[in-house]
């Protein structure tokens, strides 16, 4: 049973730092792109980074370049987003994902809200 488990998250003001951690059980790590989409309700899902497989670079959202740096631990099995320089805007729930390299299929877990605000 794939299980992805999501922490970190919280309050924290404008210019801060969080790092969420994503803790994935029961698949092949290295074989999983690893990444995170955000969602504020009304509004459409909005993926932030991706790490994919090694040797591959990561890619990131527009809104959070140079802000947020995806990495993955695949002796944990465990994937990072650390998100430096929060603004209000960045304030949603935050989804880690695990999408098999080969086979496409993809695991979610169930979500970290972070909130930014003073």
């Known amino acids: 049973q794939v299980q992805l488990v999501e922490s970190g998250g919280g309050l924290v003001q404008p210019g801060g730092s969080l790092r969420l951690s994503c803790a994935a059980s029961?698949?092949?790590?290295?074989?999983?792109?690893m990444g995170w989409y955000r969602q504020v309700p009304g509004q459409e899902r909005e993926e932030v980074a991706r790490a994919p497989i090694e040797g591959q670079p990561p890619y990131y959202g527009d809104s959070v370049k140079g802000r947020f740096t995806i990495s993955r631990d695949n002796a944990k099995d465990t994937a990072y987003l650390q998100m430096n320089t929060l603004k209000p805007d960045d304030t949603a729930v935050y989804y880690c994902?695990?999408?098999?390299?080969?086979?496409?299929?993809?695991?979610w877990g169930k979500g970290t809200l972070v909130t930014v605000s003073s």
């Open positions: 994902y695990a999408e098999g390299h080969f086979s496409g299929i993809k695991y």
């Open positions: 029961g698949l092949s790590f290295r074989s999983f792109v």
